[in-house]
């Protein structure tokens, strides 16, 4: 093929070239490093940082979260902030653990402290929910059947009217094709908060859930009637017959009912955690 160079094209040429490369004064600049960590959100009240400690210590005790999992709180004073345990057990987290990250999900101080693979969890819902004060993420064998059947998880008692209508399943496959099932990117935590929407809980396929709310209590409150409900529902289906689930009205009008009372089992739990952590 025979080329054609006008003056033209030339002159593109170089000037794209020479574009191309980089002013005299970053070729003597320092090289590149890491980027800088992000500036903290400030100092965060120590009750609140005890409060997601005890999260961690009741949804343990109430076999929602198991050797995995983990639950976060939008930082308090800084909404582009967030507060997640270091990798490790629930059962375990003490307030040395807690670690904060911006919503990109860098560490501001990691302290050598490492960081779960799947905290793009949090940082993506943040993100996408200005609502949201507070994220869990589960492996609660309970709700995993309805991520990998034909039937949606919905609300069949009063407690779980917050599941109204249905749950929302995540596929991974549909997102990124063929993985190791872990949410262990930006791009997976964004199209998971996609799924998600403004629901309070969404399912991810073969893996768990991930359920938000406005308080730490109320997200926990959640995870753990996530799976009772499902309990019930997968009994009410194992009789056989049709299932008489709550209609929407009835579970927008149970929602207000719950936001009053779930204080009730949040004093409760936290009691019999406070005890179980202090006899240690
Ligand atoms: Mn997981």
Same mark, same amino acid.
């Not at 270091?86 to 059962?91: C, F, K, L, N, T």
């Given at each position: 093929?025979?080329?054609?160079?006008?003056?033209?094209?030339?002159?593109?040429?170089?000037?794209?070239?020479?574009?191309?490369?980089?002013?005299?004064?970053?070729?003597?600049?320092?090289?590149?490093?890491?980027?800088?960590?992000?500036?903290?959100?400030?100092?965060?009240?120590?009750?609140?940082?005890?409060?997601?400690?005890?999260?961690?210590?009741?949804?343990?005790?109430?076999?929602?979260?198991?050797?995995?999992?983990?639950?976060?709180?939008?930082?308090?004073?800084?909404?582009?902030?967030?507060?997640?345990?270091?990798?490790?057990?629930?059962?375990?987290?003490?307030?040395?653990?807690?670690?904060?990250?911006?919503?990109?999900?860098?560490?501001?101080?990691?302290?050598?402290?490492?960081?779960?693979?799947?905290?793009?969890?949090?940082?993506?819902?943040?993100?996408?929910?200005?609502?949201?004060?507070?994220?869990?993420?589960?492996?609660? %064998?309970?709700?995993?059947?309805?991520?990998?059947?034909?039937?949606?998880?919905?609300?069949?008692?009063?407690?779980?009217?917050?599941?109204?209508?249905?749950?929302?399943?995540?596929?991974?496959?549909?997102?990124?094709?063929?993985?190791?099932? %872990?949410?262990?990117?930006?791009?997976?935590?964004?199209?998971?908060?996609?799924?998600?929407?403004?629901?309070?809980?969404?399912?991810?396929?073969?893996?768990?859930?991930?359920?938000?709310?406005?308080?730490?209590?109320?997200?926990?409150?959640?995870?753990?009637?996530?799976?009772?409900?499902?309990?019930?529902?997968?009994?009410?289906?194992?009789?056989?017959?049709?299932?008489?689930?709550?209609?929407?009205?009835?579970?927008?009008?149970?929602?207000?009912?719950?936001?009053?009372?779930?204080?009730?089992?949040?004093? %409760?739990?936290?009691?019999?955690?406070?005890?179980?952590?202090?006899?240690?």
């Amino acid at each position: 093929m025979k080329l054609s160079l006008t003056a033209a094209h030339a002159a593109l040429a170089i000037s794209l070239l020479v574009g191309a490369l980089p002013p005299v004064h970053a070729q003597t600049a320092a090289p590149a490093t890491a980027p800088a960590a992000p500036e903290s959100g400030g100092p965060v009240d120590p009750a609140k940082i005890q409060e997601l400690v005890i999260a961690n210590h009741v949804l343990t005790d109430l076999n929602v979260i198991d050797g995995f999992g983990h639950i976060s709180m939008r930082h308090p004073g800084n909404p582009n902030r967030y507060l997640l345990s270091r990798s490790v057990a629930p059962a375990l987290v003490t307030a040395d653990d807690i670690m904060e990250y911006d919503l990109a999900s860098n560490p501001v101080d990691a302290k050598g402290r490492n960081s779960f693979f799947e905290r793009y969890i949090h940082g993506e819902i943040y993100k996408a929910r200005p609502d949201v004060m507070a994220v869990i993420h589960t492996h609660s %064998l309970g709700v995993i059947p309805f991520g990998i059947g034909g039937v949606p998880l919905r609300p069949v008692f009063l407690l779980g009217a917050f599941l109204s209508p249905s749950v929302p399943v995540f596929d991974i496959r549909k997102a990124a094709g063929q993985t190791n099932m %872990l949410v262990g990117t930006p791009d997976l935590g964004k199209s998971l908060a996609s799924t998600l929407g403004s629901r309070s809980v969404a399912l991810l396929r073969g893996h768990g859930s991930v359920v938000v709310a406005s308080t730490v209590p109320m997200a926990v409150f959640r995870a753990y009637y996530s799976n009772v409900n499902a309990s019930l529902q997968s009994q009410a289906m194992a009789l056989g017959g049709k299932v008489n689930y709550m209609e929407p009205e009835e579970s927008q009008k149970t929602l207000a009912t719950i936001e009053n009372i779930h204080g009730r089992a949040w004093d %409760l739990w936290k009691r019999a955690a406070l005890e179980k952590m202090t006899a240690k």
